[in-house]
């Protein structure tokens, strides 16, 4: 999904600075540059008559006694297609050409300041190889870092997309993508110059262009903290959410100054090297679209930007524009290719580069004086958090790894900023380490709200149809409000209307307790209803004779204790109401079925671990769940009732083919002279070529081997698209002395499938020998 946002939205900033009126209006009137120190570094320039390195010109040709001139090097925005920036420092470093002052906007900045930083630039490669880019902007952290109630979510509906209300009106994310993980990587590459707050004081000095999203106005950035200064200039509106700053809203640098060589030009230099990737303008080919057509217009309008940058390079200044083809400003997967093509545009120049270049020794003394100053180690004296006002992060403190007492440790930071966010409270969460004179170093959590919560929304739909007038549509709306205590109390609403009507509710109050292996116990009360149509088989799995309407109301309380990221426990008690009416009739249906009221009882074990990466087309992890209930059933008798049900699902891929095994066993006492089980087989990967519902009883045995491979094309809109298909196995009997009569059945399924914001989506063939061949289509989870 965050793949697709992407490759959708990311062609339509160019590069990754997305025009608007604002930047017509900046065109036609630059505005004064609003700085937040002053942008004057360094000694004044060497005369003009004394620069005689025009391009071409060998260093011999150049007077031995001049003094070394100043050289300012600014790379523009360009979102993806700025990895080739990188490429550009290997080269520059190759050429050992010393840099004295950098100026970038959006990625362009991003690079530059951490080149600033005193990163060298292969370890910048190294580092940027490693990231997962698709996972870096995903909305919220890896399903695997989630806490059970979390996840349990993805089996409801998909939370791809998320509304909320607050302050008495619906509203949306600020932004498609999430940069929480673009934060936090910064956060860790900036460390070593952590306490420098004026950025003349770096390795090389440096300056980040963003926009004033109020006022339009150029921001300059050359003091403060340094990750926070290259979030900023990277606030693509539309796509990030923007950054606030002293005060002021900022967004995207290109805006206004994609390629700000004004900005090094003020910084003291003489010679300015000048790196342009921009988005060229796109062919007509692409113009037969909305989409197409607003990628260009945006293109224009920010290719004027940089044309006028351009048009202030004298003859002494290099322009390095490499040739980076299709690749686009989301293709982050082409990471190695764009640095490449950076690499291979500079080292073309090595001619002109040669006259700017230091002797082998005076450029190892260069570089040795721009390495940041080791930092002493730290002792967390304190951890506090800032930023919040909707939530109580201290009561989560005793989960984090990262204590007062301890030796600070960037890994355990990550960790606590990864746990803090995955409560899906938060649109940003990052980590400062600070100093106070009274206190000593500290660790500062530093958490931004969800400005469209607590109340949260999501919407999903179910629908499948075998085409052969069998067809079934529900909608599905969630509402999810948290914090409604100190403690982290939620409530948590579900609605469904179509062929299942359902509606539930449960409140979860956590207890903060101290026993056992969790220190974070929870009590949970529920309840729910819901009624739906069940068919009445001839001989489990026989002609259709007949349609019965279960109704079920059901409360419950639990006692519980999450088990970090890996799963769940819950003991408590469970009622439950029902009656099944015959709807459908015909002599032989009036024979078997007399209608059944029912209530039952009793106590509930519930154990649940989940590692998948994902609820819908895992590729890695397992799930294991089990329930056992014990208690009394009350209809025309009163008898005990025992009910064990237990399923598991484990996932593993080889490059993009995915093996699925999933296991699911279920049984229970019930009478068994009710034509109406409690357990069900049947349907798409329920046992594929049956009718849902066709084979029924209160013992049933499923398992189901799946494959599918993801397809190299990203879709709009979806994670990924995939061809699949699976072999079932399983059946229902009456109770446990029936399995050794009758045996398994079988049945499978060939389908291309989608992972979309909506959920799972499958068309398929299905077939079983002792069924029927069937195309479906299916929408949810099966």
Do not use: C
């Amino acid at each position: 999904m965050t793949r697709a946002l992407l490759s959708l939205l990311l062609p339509l900033v160019g590069v990754i600075g997305a025009s608007s009126a604002a930047l017509a209006a900046a065109q036609a009137v630059q505005p004064e540059p609003t700085r937040s120190a002053s942008t004057a570094s360094g000694s004044p320039g060497t005369p003009a008559e004394a620069r005689t390195l025009a391009q071409g010109v060998p260093a011999a040709q150049a007077p031995a006694a001049l003094p070394r001139l100043r050289i300012g090097l600014v790379l523009s925005g360009g979102g993806a297609r700025g990895l080739a920036h990188v490429g550009v420092l290997k080269a520059l470093e190759r050429a050992q050409v010393p840099i004295d002052a950098i100026a970038g906007t959006s990625m362009g900045a991003v690079v530059g300041g951490l080149y600033a930083s005193g990163m060298p630039a292969d370890t910048i490669e190294a580092e940027f190889n490693k990231v997962n880019w698709s996972r870096l902007f995903a909305q919220r952290v890896g399903r695997q870092q989630l806490s059970q109630r979390r996840k349990e979510e993805d089996f409801d509906l998909s939370t791809a997309i998320e509304l909320g209300y607050r302050d008495g009106e619906f509203r949306a994310p600020q932004g498609a993508v999430s940069s929480r993980g673009l934060e936090t990587l910064l956060r860790r590459y900036t460390l070593p110059v952590r306490a420098v707050q004026d950025f003349d004081q770096l390795p090389i000095p440096f300056r980040a262009v963003a926009t004033d999203m109020e006022t339009g106005a150029l921001v300059i950035l050359d003091q403060g903290d340094l990750a926070m200064a290259l979030r900023a200039s990277m606030s693509v509106p539309g796509l990030f959410p923007p950054s606030e700053v002293e005060g002021r809203v900022l967004g995207d640098g290109g805006l206004v100054n994609n390629l700000p060589v004004d900005v090094v030009r003020a910084m003291g230099v003489d010679v300015v090297i000048a790196v342009n990737i921009g988005t060229p303008l796109a062919g007509r080919e692409t113009l037969n679209s909305a989409i197409g057509l607003t990628a260009q217009m945006i293109n224009i309008l920010t290719e004027q930007n940089v044309h006028r940058s351009l048009a202030t390079l004298g003859k002494q200044d290099l322009l390095i524009a490499p040739d980076l083809g299709k690749l686009s400003s989301g293709d982050f997967d082409s990471a190695k290719a764009l640095i490449t093509l950076g690499d291979g545009a500079t080292e073309a120049l090595a001619e002109p580069l040669r006259a700017l270049a230091l002797t082998a020794e005076q450029y190892a003394d260069w570089r040795a004086h721009r390495s940041p100053a080791a930092q002493p180690p730290s002792t967390l004296q304190f951890v506090a958090f800032e930023g919040t006002t909707a939530t109580n992060p201290q009561r989560l403190e005793p989960q984090l790894q990262s204590h007062q007492g301890e030796a600070f440790d960037p890994q355990k930071a990550e960790a606590d900023t990864q746990y803090l966010a995955a409560s899906g409270d938060y649109v940003r969460a990052d980590y400062r380490l600070v100093h106070s004179n009274e206190r000593g170093d500290g660790l500062v959590f530093d958490l931004e709200d969800k400005p469209w919560g607590p109340n949260y929304l999501n919407i999903g739909l179910d629908l499948s149809t075998d085409f052969d007038g069998r067809s079934a549509f529900n909608v599905k709306v969630s509402h999810n409000r948290h914090w409604l205590t100190d403690n982290g109390t939620e409530w948590r609403n579900r609605l469904q209307i179509g062929e299942v009507p359902q509606v539930s509710t449960e409140l979860y109050h956590p207890l903060k307790w101290t026993l056992g292996l969790s220190n974070d116990w929870f009590v949970a009360a529920s309840a729910s209803a819901e009624r739906r149509n069940l068919s009445l088989f001839e001989d489990n799995g026989g002609e259709k004779i007949g349609e019965v309407q279960r109704s079920v109301a059901r409360a419950g309380l639990d006692l519980g204790q999450p088990w970090g990221s890996l799963g769940e426990l819950r003991f408590g008690l469970d009622y439950r109401a029902g009656r099944n009416q015959l709807l459908l009739r015909n002599d032989l249906a009036d024979t078997l079925y007399t209608p059944q009221a029912w209530q039952e009882a009793g106590l509930r074990l519930r154990v649940v671990m989940d590692q998948l990466d994902f609820a819908n087309f895992p590729q890695r992890g397992y799930r294991a769940e089990a329930e056992a209930f014990v208690g009394k059933r009350h209809d025309d008798g009163t008898r005990k009732l025992l009910r064990l049900e237990t399923q598991a699902t484990t996932a593993s891929t080889w490059g993009n083919q995915t093996l699925n095994l999933h296991l699911m066993a279920r049984g229970s006492n019930e009478d068994r002279l009710s034509p109406v089980g409690r357990y069900s087989l049947g349907g798409f990967q329920q046992l594929s070529g049956y009718q849902v519902g066709q084979l029924t009883g209160n013992v049933v045995l499923l398992g189901r081997l799946g494959w599918y491979m993801r397809l190299a094309e990203t879709p709009v809109f979806a994670r990924g698209f995939f061809v699949g298909a699976s072999l079932e196995t399983g059946n229902a009997w009456l109770d446990t002395h029936e399995m050794r009569k009758g045996g398994l059945r079988q049945g499978g399924s060939l389908y291309l499938g989608a992972d979309t914001g909506l959920g799972p989506m499958y068309l398929g063939l299905t077939w079983a020998p002792r069924g029927e061949a069937g195309l479906v289509l299916f929408v949810g989870r099966p």
